[in-house]
């Protein structure tokens, strides 16, 4: 898998990164919940990734991975 997916930047054109106040929302959420930022960064690229498949064998176990990085 490519790393630009786990880049920030990778998703800027999507509102909750590119606007301030919606990233900061965000943070609050993923802050009172004790998920980390990066976390929900890697589930939504992982989709964005994704997308265009018809079927997206073994996104479950991926996104298993991912979710069991929460502490």
């Not at 980390?36 to 018809?54: D, N």
Request: charged share 30%.
């Amino acid at each position: 898998m490519d790393k630009d997916y786990f880049d920030p930047a990778y998703l800027n054109d999507l509102p909750i990164w590119a606007d301030e106040n919606a990233k900061k929302i965000l943070e609050t959420v993923c802050l009172k919940n004790n998920v980390p930022v990066e976390v929900i960064t890697e589930l939504v690229s992982v989709q964005r990734e994704r997308q265009h498949q018809e079927r997206a064998r073994g996104i479950n176990m991926r996104f298993e991975e991912i979710l069991g990085l929460i502490e």
